[in-house]
């Protein structure tokens, strides 16, 4: 390291450490120490500092700074606080506990007799289907095995055969991943609207005027997986046939958004060396209701043959700007 007052002597490693050690909060005292045991001068290093905390760059970058750590701050508490944490299970919640306790705080929760009116629960099943829509088109994702992003591509993956050819095809397969009917293909919406009048939820919970395009409707053999990710939304994700098993992250676990792509995590193996991460596992079987609020990453493993259901028509439930993961 050359002894000279002029920053242009120092490394740009070096000027790069100096400014980011400033922002860190480390005194001029230990940047001089340390600058010095490699040979600068104490002028030298004063000069360094003081065009560094001239530069209208380094003043900007620390407004910037500031408000990250202050962002650091309120998130390690919540992290600190979330190790408390255990997933309740509820039943008989009334509409007004559930907003202010729950939605409120951004807390997931059980809700085991949510759907317990629901007709779908005494009737639907794989042969149900297909008895009464066999004959209708039906839209779903085939070849997921073949391609690592297959829920991100579900739009390239989809195609279509009769519910009943795919009834037949699900309760062939002991275990697979490869083919799945899925929310996006929105058959809710189309050849399955039918099932919507089945679908019962408790009044005060969503908003009036409740109708099908605000529900989504999953089919698929056991062994089909929907990766980690978050919505930009709450939801309340039912299970009407077979049980499925969904593990939940907290948003306040800032390494699963660090390794994000854009609504998608890594995967759960990635994360299992991590000590700080917090998993939370349960499984669903006919009836249960999970409320997963937005920013909460889950992954969804199907155990058996399966149906499932979501709902996302609360009030103010439009977070399509929250994507922690997304690269700006």
Request: net charge negative.
């Amino acid at each position: 390291m050359a002894d000279n007052t002029q920053n242009s002597e120092f490394s740009p490693v070096w000027i790069a450490w100096v400014a980011d050690n400033l922002l860190l909060g480390a005194s001029e005292r230990e940047i001089e120490s340390e600058l010095m045991a490699e040979g600068a001068s104490k002028t030298a290093v004063a000069n360094l500092i003081r065009e560094l905390r001239d530069a209208p760059w380094f003043q900007l970058t620390t407004k910037y700074s500031q408000r990250a750590h202050r962002s650091e701050m309120i998130v390690r508490l919540q992290r600190e606080r979330g190790k408390l944490f255990r997933l309740e299970t509820r039943t008989s919640l009334s509409a007004r506990e559930f907003h202010s306790l729950y939605r409120a705080n951004n807390c997931p929760v059980l809700l085991p007799d949510f759907a317990q009116g629901w007709p779908a629960l005494n009737h639907w099943s794989m042969q149900w289907l297909k008895d009464n829509f066999g004959s209708e088109l039906i839209s779903y994702c085939d070849g997921r095995s073949r391609d690592p992003e297959y829920d991100r591509n579900a739009a390239e993956l989809s195609c279509e055969t009769k519910v009943g050819q795919l009834v037949d095809r699900i309760l062939s397969e002991s275990s697979t991943n490869d083919f799945y009917a899925v929310a996006r293909n929105r058959n809710l919406q189309s050849s399955l609207s039918a099932l919507w009048q089945d679908i019962v939820p408790l009044p005060g919970y969503l908003q009036r005027g409740l109708d099908n395009n605000s529900a989504a409707l999953w089919i698929g053999p056991a062994g089909t997986i929907t990766p980690l990710h978050h919505d930009t939304s709450d939801i309340l994700f039912t299970q009407v046939v077979g049980r499925k098993r969904i593990r939940i992250i907290a948003p306040y676990h800032l390494s699963v958004s660090e390794n994000a792509k854009g609504l998608y995590g890594p995967s759960l193996d990635e994360l299992k060396g991590s000590k700080d991460v917090v998993i939370h596992d349960l499984e669903l079987g006919p009836g249960d209701t999970v409320f997963i609020p937005v920013g909460w990453w889950h992954e969804v493993h199907a155990l058996t043959p399966s149906m499932s259901v979501a709902i996302n028509a609360f009030p103010d439930n439009d977070l399509a700007w929250y994507q922690p993961g997304a690269r700006r």
